[in-house]
């Protein structure tokens, strides 16, 4: 069984920064898919960073970046420039994966391990 583990989200200003943390306990395989994905009202779970292992390097969408600490179990996503759009429920979920093209390309739907969300708004 897997637990992730969210937080950081917080309401800022339109060009503000913030750093999400998940922390991941209990057992995951070796060739895990780990995803930041974040969802906005009456939209669709989008992902926005993918980890494949914890040794790959993360692919990151536009504005953000991301960084894991293998030692502590923890991903992160660095945003910065963060804009209205930006607002959202930001979750990271987890999953077994045979392969880095098949973690890229797998839905949210068949992540099996979700966290519960930290909440980012993007505001004036």
């Known amino acids: 069984q897997v637990r992730l583990v969210e937080s950081g989200g917080a309401s800022v200003q339109p060009g503000g920064s913030l750093t999400l943390s998940c922390v991941v306990s209990g057992s995951t395989p070796n060739n895990v898919c780990m995803a930041w994905f974040r969802q906005a009202p009456g939209k669709e779970r989008e992902r926005v960073a993918t980890?494949?292992?914890?040794y790959g390097s993360p692919y990151v969408k536009g504005r953000f970046s991301g960084s894991r600490d293998i030692a502590r179990k923890t991903l992160y996503l660095q945003m910065s420039g963060l804009q209205p759009e930006d607002t959202a429920m930001y979750y990271c979920a987890s999953d077994a994966t045979r392969s880095w093209a098949q973690c890229d390309s797998k839905p949210a739907r068949d992540f099996a391990y979700w966290g519960q969300g930290t909440q980012v708004t993007v505001s004036t």
């Open positions: 980890f494949h292992t914890w």
